[in-house]
Nanobody, 119 residues
Framework: QVQLVESGGGLVQPGGSLRLSCVAS????????MAWYRQAPGNQRELVAR???????NYTDSVKGRFTISRDNDHKTLYLQMNSLTPEDTAIYYC?????????????WGQGTQVTVSS
């Protein structure tokens, strides 16, 4: 059973930083595409950043230059370094793992971690 557990969220002042972590279990990690999403109250869940097995990354425009996604395959951990946070970054952040099994795509989500940016 694939499990993803996020941590690192919390309350931070505008301009501050947080680092989110997502630890995977129950599957190989290296070959899988990973991503961070977020969902603010009243909004749809949106893609924040994603990373390929080879380490290529891309970001939604609103976080470019402020957030960095990375992965540690040896420890099956996905990270999101968030700098220069603004109140608009307040949301529940989820990690997502995509894998293919017998030619079929599967998507797994963590339970989410709350990030609140407020003074």
């Amino acid at each position: 059973q694939v499990q993803l557990v996020e941590s690192g969220g919390g309350l931070v002042q505008p301009g501050g930083s947080l680092r989110l972590s997502c630890v995977a279990s129950g599957t190989t990690f290296g070959p899988n595409h990973m991503a961070w999403y977020r969902q603010a109250p009243g909004n749809q869940r949106e893609l924040v950043a994603r990373i390929t097995p080879g380490g290529m990354t891309n970001y939604t425009d609103s976080v470019k230059g402020r957030f960095t996604i990375s992965r540690d395959n040896d420890h099956k951990t996905l990270y999101l370094q968030m700098n220069s946070l603004t109140p608009e970054d307040t949301a529940i952040y989820y990690c997502k793992l995509d894998l293919t099994n017998w030619g079929l795509p599967y998507h797994y989500w963590g339970q989410g971690t709350q990030v609140t940016v407020s003074s």
